[in-house]
């Protein structure tokens, strides 16, 4: 890798009203749906894209105040800059790439840094009733974003940048599809069957004899072959003019009878039309990836002319199990070139370097792109963000709000409450509530949340060492507990979850919840005979009686033994309760009206 496209600008396409993305060598792009991952692709592929590009009125951007876009301009800005082979920004281009493709279109930056930037520019020609895109050089490249699209440049591209292909694979790929389209990368890899001609004459005299012997052992064939000789008699002919060829009897057509077999295991092999979508559609990104490495190795043999694909891929994972997708980031990086995918894979997002991450995000109805930045940040740290939060809470990612909390009560809970206070899943809203087993875990999931710029908000006990633990925490991006931050709810009184639910007054609520949990283990007991299920069921009576006279401590310690069993169970008794004012405790109902307000959810008030 001698080159990498650095950074691309997008302004008025389609719901991108005005973006700055930078990228690197492969560049994971998440987030929640209609954030704009498609989108970036789709633009990209506008300035760089190999197959010819249409615009319609749908691919302008309109903002509410807007009445047309007609008077609007599409500009996606792209800067191209010479690197090393690990990818690390060098002085100047190669002599290939200078001299071959770039030429007088390499500018140098104050810096004394080489780069090739470019402007493609989609307008609306009143004269020809239609868009037209043009392309020019961008000469002095603007490190300040801000107003980059009121720059106007008036010197045309002539460079077409063959060598530069940006090719674009949609989620709905089919290597079935591929085989019969001749246009597609297979269909277009598979026409280039070269054989040495000296070899052609004896390969057909070989497959004469397979197809005479497969005709002359068959009945059916040879018999259709005697019927079929009927037409010389009708249409007058040198010869018998029929021959039946269960095999393609000419080399030059071995592309239209190809056919791919999978073995899956100890099976037979079976072709791919027998296959799941979820091999299909990987099969058809292995395709391509042997397209584009003949094509590199053919410009690498050649050696007159440099070749540096682009790949912007949508949704690789599509149709794969949960192992598999596990699988790809490794197969993604082998592919040669520079790589732009859009995900909504945790297992892919979790093989990921961080600094590959770029997250897009909605802000006041716009989208909005943030990526991770090392600085600052010690090697331990990194190290627990990578193996606490991404390999095992990568969802996190594609959540529209993150709850945090520490224990075992709140991971059961908070989901129901949430249900019953918003009428809706949690997961449907995209509200993820995630436990991060202590109070001294906060950190990583903060600092990924706070760098990605998804709204976060913890839950913690009111204990005094929890709240140490949160005060320091905070502290390292320098928010302080003291200044009552809005997103940060501490239960009162120095309680815990449970301490908290009895204090409010839930006993007889959380005592329901335990007999309900004594009566589900009697109905699955077996009995050996009527009388031990009498005796049983007086014991359960007996228990029953025990329960509902438990002090504050007895429900205490029954809840810190049972936890994951009777949290849920007191929480759906709660979340029922007749009088709408106890069905949510106070701080919950400050967290979720937060939340309500920030990610504005309507809420029903039947339900609070």
Not at 44 to 66: C, P, Q, T, Y
Not at 130 to 139: A, G, L, P, T
Not at 166 to 175: K, P, S, Y
């Amino acid at each position: 890798m001698s080159i990498l496209i650095d950074i691309v600008r997008i302004s008025n396409f389609r719901s991108l009203k005005n973006i700055e993305v930078h990228l690197t060598p492969l560049t994971l792009l998440v987030g929640a749906n209609n954030a704009g991952k498609t989108t970036f692709l789709k633009a990209i592929n506008l300035a760089l894209g190999i197959e010819k590009r249409f615009v319609s009125k749908e691919d302008f951007h309109i903002s509410k105040e807007d009445v047309s876009n007609e008077a609007n301009k599409i500009r996606i800005d792209v800067r191209i800059i010479p690197v090393n082979e690990n990818s690390e920004r060098i002085k100047e281009f190669t002599d290939l790439w200078r001299d071959v493709e770039f030429g007088d279109l390499i500018n140098i930056d104050r810096n004394d840094n080489q780069y090739v930037a470019f402007r493609t520019e989609v307008s609306y020609n009143i004269f020809k009733n239609d868009y037209e895109i043009k392309k020019y050089k961008i000469s002095d490249w603007k490190e300040n974003v801000e107003n980059w699209e009121k720059e106007e440049y008036l010197d045309p591209l002539k460079s077409s940048f063959q060598t530069l292909p940006l090719f674009f694979i949609d989620a709905q790929r089919d290597i079935l599809g591929d085989l019969k389209d001749r246009s597609s990368y297979l269909g277009k890899l598979i026409s280039k069957i070269e054989i040495d001609p000296k070899k052609i004459e004896e390969l057909e005299k070989k497959i004469k004899s397979l197809n005479d012997d497969i005709v002359g052992n068959s009945e059916v064939l040879s018999h259709l072959r005697d019927r079929l000789k009927e037409l010389s008699n009708t249409i007058p002919s040198g010869s018998t003019g029929i021959d039946i060829t269960p095999l393609n009897k000419k080399i030059r057509d071995l592309n239209k009878g190809l056919n791919i077999n999978f073995q899956d295991g100890e099976n037979e092999s079976f072709p791919l039309e027998y296959h799941g979508m979820g091999t299909r559609s990987w099969a058809s990104l292995l395709a391509f990836k042997a397209y584009i490495t003949w094509l590199a190795d053919s410009f690498e043999k050649g050696k007159a002319s440099p070749y540096y694909p682009i790949l912007a891929l949508e949704e690789p994972e599509a149709h794969l199990h949960p192992n598999a997708q596990r699988h790809l980031y490794s197969q993604l990086i082998e592919i040669k070139g520079q790589k732009i995918i859009t995900s909504h894979s945790p297992y892919i997002a979790g093989q990921c370097d961080l600094e590959e991450i770029r997250h897009f995000y909605k802000s006041n109805d716009h989208p909005q792109v943030s990526q991770f930045s090392i600085d600052g940040m010690f090697p331990e740290d990194l190290r627990k963000l990578r193996r606490e939060v991404m390999h095992s809470r990568g969802e996190l990612l594609f959540a529209k709000a993150v709850v945090l909390f520490e224990g075992e009560t709140e991971e059961q809970s908070l989901p129901i409450f949430g249900k019953g206070y918003w009428a809706k899943h949690t997961f449907e809203l995209g509200i993820n509530f995630v436990g991060v087993g202590g109070a001294g875990n906060y950190l990583p999931f903060i600092r990924l949340c706070k760098t990605f710029n998804i709204p976060w908000y913890i839950l913690s006990d009111g204990e005094p060492d929890p709240v140490k633990k949160v005060k320091s925490a905070l502290s390292k991006i320098k928010i302080s507990l003291d200044d009552s931050p809005s997103n940060v709810f501490v239960i009162p009184n120095s309680n815990d979850f449970e301490k908290y639910l009895i204090e409010l007054g839930y006993q007889n609520e959380i005592k329901n919840g335990i007999i309900e949990i004594e009566n589900a283990i009697y109905k699955n007991l077996v009995f050996n005979s009527e009388q031990e299920k009498t005796a049983r069921a007086e014991l359960l009576e007996k228990r029953k009686v025990e329960i509902s006279a438990f002090s504050d401590l007895d429900i205490l310690n029954y809840m810190s033994k049972n936890k994951t069993s009777i949290s849920p169970i007191v929480t759906e008794i709660i979340v029922k309760l007749e009088d709408k004012k106890r069905r949510f405790p106070p701080i919950l109902k400050s967290l979720f009206d937060k939340i309500s307000a920030d990610l504005k959810i309507e809420i029903d008030k039947a339900n609070i």
